[in-house]
């Protein structure tokens, strides 16, 4: 037996209580640090979704837009954003919220007839729009409220009708009264509300854009400094955002509905020189019309219009081109007929009556054409920065936004597979 070190066994002791000692420092440090990570608040990271209507995706490159232009180099641009069919306002923005084509959702057009109710959809008529069975599918800001969450609108297409039940807990109806500048303040004002309050998502609608493009054309010096108050009132928002200290937390997701094209007065198709306007009813017109046959003028009527026409196709709402994904919804008419890019499709009576209007701008159009192509961009934690992705089609929007509010996307005709590469953490 060796003799004792009497050294050697106090080292051992002083060794043992220390390793003891700090086990337990180690503990009480883990569980006070587990306890501060359950008790601190996570940043708020609201989504905004801005649209910016008839935003056409190469005006980013008229050198009059800095903030957005800054917004997407820091954060994620698309070439371009392909609407859905028809490229018109009413079907493609809801058409963002659900990530359903038109033919789908159901608003087939900003102007048509349900052939059962025989009632009409008409964008302008705040009365005929608020009745939900217009409206199918579930848009985000109803999702976004049976999960528990808050959802806020700042106008946008179907975001004041109760749809399900359901409306978000701030909308306010369409008013083009209101300034841009007021939208944006009234948005900035949602997030200065108690914490518990505070909407997840919100959604903010401009339109003077696409009223200059109409007004005056793509091309004019008018469209050019709608896009530079555009830019300005995004530099209000942003600003706003950096005052409550919510810009490097907020995702910012903007987009627009189509492009435009330019138009007038040249390019106009007379239905009438087509077809005995005696044997269809006339649904709707303009960039994309459509026509009933009357009974028993079936084929009189389909001789007429399913002939080569010029500045015109036609088509049995069967035999739409697939690529368009449009023609089996009810409410689409038994014909349909789409002006080439620019041109236009009237009524003799319409072009004779005292409330003709022929815009100087259009969009409608096959969303082939590169003037319907749309704005994208998206920047915040969410987002890789400074990543440019190929052309996708709007519908594959909804399913991106899902995932960001982390809720369950409702079916839809979007591929997540197509954006995943844009989120920082795919």
Known sequence: MMPRDNSTFALASVMQKTVRLLTLLVALLGSACSTQRADVTPPYSPLILISIDGFRADYLQRGVTPHLQALAADGVRATFLRPSFPTLTFPNHYTLVTGLYPDHHGIVHNRFVDPETKK???????????????????????????????????????????????????????????????????????????????????????????????????????????????????????????????????????????????????????????????????????VLAGVAAKPGREHAVEIALLRPQKHMRCWRKSEIPARFHYGTNARIPPYVCLADGGWLINTRDYLNGPTRHISHGEHGYDNDDPNMRALFIAHGPAFKRGLIVPAFDNVDVYPLLARILGIPAQPNDGNFSNVRAMLARP
């Open 120 to 286: 009409a959809f008409n964008y302008k008529d705040q009365t005929a729009i608020a009745d939900p069975a217009w409206w199918r599918g579930e848009p985000l800001w109803v999702s976004v409220e049976k999960q528990g969450k808050h959802a806020a609108t700042m106008f946008w297409p179907g975001s004041d009708v109760a749809i399900d039940g359901v409306r978000p807990e701030i909308w306010s109806g369409f008013d083009g009264n209101v300034t841009l500048d007021a939208r944006v303040d009234r948005v900035l004002s949602w997030l200065d509300l108690p914490r518990d309050r505070r909407p997840d998502f919100i959604t903010l609608y401009l339109e003077s854009l696409d009223h200059a493009g109409h007004d005056h054309g793509p091309d004019s010096d008018d469209v050019t400094r709608a896009l530079a108050d555009i830019d300005t009132v995004i530099g209000h928002l942003i600003n706003g955002l950096k005052t409550r200290r919510s810009f490097v937390t907020a995702n910012i997701v903007i987009v627009s509905d189509h492009g435009m094209t330019p138009a007038g007065e040249d390019r106009i198709v007379t239905l009438d020189d087509v077809v005995d306007i005696a044997n269809v009813d006339v649904i709707n017109t303009g």
